[in-house]
Structures are given as C-alpha cells and as structure tokens.
C-alpha cells in the first residue's frame, strides 16, 4: 500500500504490529462510520484510491482495505461502498502464503484497467517493516457485484521481492505508450520506484523485462500519464496515515520516454531526488496522496486521498480538476468554477436563480425565474477557500445565505448583508455531467419540493443524486478573475509562543480589497476557533480562549490560504 508502506518505511526496526493493526482499525471505524447520502465531498475511509475507472454507468475506486474494499458512483459526486469486497479469507489468492508468509486479509493500494474484454485488478500484498511483499493480480468480466457475471478470477503473482531484492512490490500502476505498449510501476521507500514492460496478454512481465530506476529516496504512491509527447511521472513523499498531522504531498516529473528518466521543472532528474510538487496540504485538505487521471469528455479528473482537517483526520477521496499550464506542466485544483459574475440556471428547466422583487433588499428570497436578462438574474461568484464561494449580487451590497445561517432541510435562501461569515458559504461541486451542486454545510440547494416551475423558492436538501433539482449550470457573464492561488505569500503569525488570548495576523503586502478568515484546529483536527474579518485590514487581532498546547491556524482569502502550527503558552 502506497502511504501505510510510507509508515512502514520510515519506522523501520521499530514499528510495533499493534500501531498497523490500530490504524486499520481507525480506517474500518471511519468507513462503518462514513457521512450519510448527501455529503458530497469524497467518502469517509477511502485511503490509497485505484485510478477512476468506469463500468457501465458507473465510477469505480478500489482501495486499500480488509478484501480489497471498493466505491461507486453515477456521478462522481456521491460515493457508495460496494456490498462485498473482491477477496473474502475463503477466495484468498493462494501464492500468497508462500511469497508473502504471515499476510492477513488487508490488501493495500490496488489499481484497475480494463482491456482484453475484462477488468484487470492488481494489488499488493505485504509485512510492515521488511521487503516481503507481492503484487497480484484478478480478473473479472464486470465491475458490479450484482451481475450474475461477476466473479474475481485469481491470475497469480506479478511480481514479488523479498528482502535481498532492489525493490519492494507494492504500490502497482499500469499504462501505456504512445505505441500501445504496456508498462508497470511499482516501489516504495525501499529501493524507489522501478518501471518495466508488461505483456498486454497476461498482464504480467515480459520474460527478461528490463527494470528501469525511475525515482529514489522517500517516494512511493507512483503513477505514470502520458500528455502530449511527455509522459509524467507522479510520487508521493512525505509522511503518511497519521491523519491530520501528515505531510504527504504529490510531486511530477517527466519524460519523453516511457521509461525515463523523468525530470522536474528544474530539470533534476526525479532519481536524484528531484520533483516538482503538484499538490500539497492546504487548507483542510491534508497529505494528499496516491494520484490517479480520469479523462471523460475532454475533462480530466485527478483523483487521491486527503486528511480532513475538519472531521478531525479522517481519510477521504477526493476528485479534483487537471488542466497543463502553457509549459506543459499539470495544475491541480479543486475549485471547478473561476471567480466571476455568472447567471445559475436549472439545466432541466433553464430557469434561473433570480432575486427575489429583483432587488438586492436584505430579507429577500432567491427564486428560480426564465432569463430576462436583469442585473437580479446575476451572481459574483468570489472564491473564498478551496471549492467554497460567496453569492453575492452584483451591487455587492448582499450576499446568498439562509436565515439565522439554518442548515436544515427545508430552509430558504435568502439576501443578508455580506459579512464574509461562514453562513455564506457555499461547497460547489462538479458532476460528471458538467453540473454543480451548490453544498451549504450538510445540505444541497434545490428547488422546493423538487418543482421545476417559475416562481419556486430556493431551499436547502439532502442531496439526492437522482433529483435534477439539485443541479445547476453557470454561465459566464462578465470577464473571470485569474485561478487563485493556492498558498498566501509574506502572510506571519505573531507572538510566537502565542498566548491563550490570541495573536495576530499578519497579511504583509496581501491586497487589502479581500475579506479574510481565520481558523484554529486542535491536534485532532477538530475546529476550535474561526474568526472573519472585514476588508481593507492588514492585520487582524485574533481572540481566543485557547488552552497551552500545539495548534494549527489556517488563514483563508478569495487568493489562497496560507497554514502555520503555532504553540500557545
């Protein structure tokens, strides 16, 4: 498994058999104890994704887990646990027990392609602290285990090592060439990163297949994508599977060959320990690892687990957007919308979020209307953290929240004095159709009572994948702002050692047009303190009432955010 081998590797000689079992545990827990139906961004317990891959009208991901668990959707947006895993302990791969002695029943990073008429499944087998491991493989016909067809059908080892070998088997990824040839990657901690051929009749290595060194150090999680006429190498390094305190982060390089060397935008060659970070912590979303690219429809999808910072370390999928800088290089984000004035209409009916009396007054209701045109018809969109914004009118005199900042279900939109406060955030979420969900807290928008007629007053709903009144499309209306970045620079933190009181913020030389928000997590990841602050301050006085202890403050604007641990005294 791509992160929990990270733990391995850098407790080697001295990682305890009850801490691996204790975090398989907090990773079972986390499943049993996922968000219900309408949460919409990634699934609880999901840890070392598979690549996205489609079957039907549905997304699959496999992940590490006790059987090889695995996750569905129609939509992307809302993840389902599938009945059954792929292995149960009396369908256990029997070359197992003699290249991988002692393994239980946890596989670790899977990954899945489909090609000969049949889905492909490889995943790893191992023994924490050591390089006794193996990648096997099982093949089946249909991904869904309701099909009278399913049945996973063990094909045997890929490849094993132990611990004389250069390299460890895990962490597998297959892809192909621009000439369809087939290759694998696979490796860890131990030894790196190790690329060879495949034979794209079996699945398995060619006879006497070279093994090209493609990348060392404290790398694993490797996946390889071809864009263009490069191919672009992913890997993890940092830390990992220690939930909100993390540091995994995903770096690139690449290649005009499919077998290497792979080199950084510096030119330093990713086996000389070089790499280019394409995603690293920020905000909520901690050690993001194990990357995988789905592309549908000329959109590509850049899939990996997070830590939540807010739901106290919890692993989750998540399903950000990949585009290529004019270099080349990848961009990952997860904000799927650009700042801007837009119209939001119902692709099913084509009306249009409209304010109510067509007037920015505090108090009044956001409604569903055909166009007219009119300045009511038109929302900023301001980006305030990661995959969040603020709805204002045009005038920017108000903004879209709910009374008394309700989330429950049934609640109405409607106009307040902008304050920049969390009850006038909302979550957007892109479906694989191209719409988006409007998340506020726990809850969707939607059209009352599902109704797709004039008139009808926005409210809050559970999401229902199946209802199109949830989804919305946008429509640009006005110039877009430039992508936000995704770190605030010359942003300090002051006095340090804090004291329980507070401390201050710093902004530096931040443009002072932007509302700002500060947030405060304890070291388990639970929210202790957020604080929103007005524009056109530079420094921001920050109250609390914190116990001694270590603490993480995250600062969020419409341009980035910018986190620091400080220690209050």
Known sequence: ?????????????????????????????????????????????????????????????????????????????????????????????????????????????????????????????????????????????????????????????????????????????????????????????????????????????????????????????????????????????????????????????????????????????????????????????????????????????????????????????????LTWDAAGWPVVSRNWLTPGRYTISNPTSSLLWTSAGCNSAVGQGVLQNPGSGQPCQQWDLTLIGEATYQLSTVDGAVAVGTRNCSSATGTPLQLESSSGSVCQEFQLERASDGSFVFGFFNRVVEAAGGSGSAGTALQLGLYNPASPAQRWTTTATGPLASAAGQRLVGVSIYPVPAQGQGFTVALGSQPTAEATVVEVYDVRGQRVHRQPFDKQLAKLVVTTALRPGVYLVRVSRSSGTFTQKISIQ
């Not at 050690?287 to 995988?292: D, E, L, R, V, W």
């Open 1 to 321: 498994m791509r992160e929990f081998s990270t733990f391995r590797a850098l407790s080697a000689g001295r990682f305890l058999g009850a801490l691996r079992r204790g975090w398989v545990f907090l990773l079972l827990l986390t499943l049993c104890s996922s968000a219900p139906a309408w949460a919409i961004r990634g699934a609880v317990g999901a840890h070392d994704p598979s690549n996205i891959i489609k079957d039907g009208n549905k997304y699959w991901v496999f992940t590490t887990g006790v059987g090889i668990p695995s996750l569905y959707s129609t939509d992307m947006l809302n993840w389902t646990a599938a009945p059954r895993p792929v292995f149960t302990a009396a369908t256990k791969p029997s070359w197992i027990a003699t290249k991988v002695p002692g393994f239980v029943d946890t596989y670790w990073a899977p990954e899945c392609i489909y090609m000969n008429g049949k889905f492909y499944l490889y995943y790893s087998c191992s023994t924490f602290g050591s390089k006794v491991s193996g990648i096997g493989l099982a093949t089946n016909v249909t991904l869904d285990p309701t099909s009278p067809n399913y049945n996973w059908v063990d094909e045997g080892e890929v490849i094993s090592s132990n611990n004389n070998s250069a390299a460890n088997a895990i962490d597998p990824a297959v892809y192909r060439d621009a000439a369809n040839n087939l290759w694998f990657t696979y490796g860890s901690f131990f030894g790196g990163i190790r690329i060879l051929q495949l034979d794209p009749a079996t699945g398995k290595p060619l006879a006497n297949a070279t093994q090209f060194a493609v990348a060392n150090g404290g790398v694993e999680a490797a996946y390889v994508k071809q864009h263009g006429s490069y191919y672009y190498l992913f890997i993890n390094r940092g830390n990992c599977c220690q939930g909100s305190n993390s540091t995994y982060y995903i770096q690139v390089g690449r290649s005009t060959s499919p077998s290497g060397p792979f080199l950084d935008k510096n030119g330093v060659n990713l086996n000389n320990n070089g790499g280019s970070v394409v995603l690293s912590t920020s905000g909520r979303y901690v050690g993001p690892g194990h990357a995988g690219v789905f592309e549908e429809n000329g959109v590509s999808y850049f899939s990996h687990h997070y830590y939540d910072l807010d739901n106290g370390g919890a692993a989750k999928l998540d399903v950000a957007k």
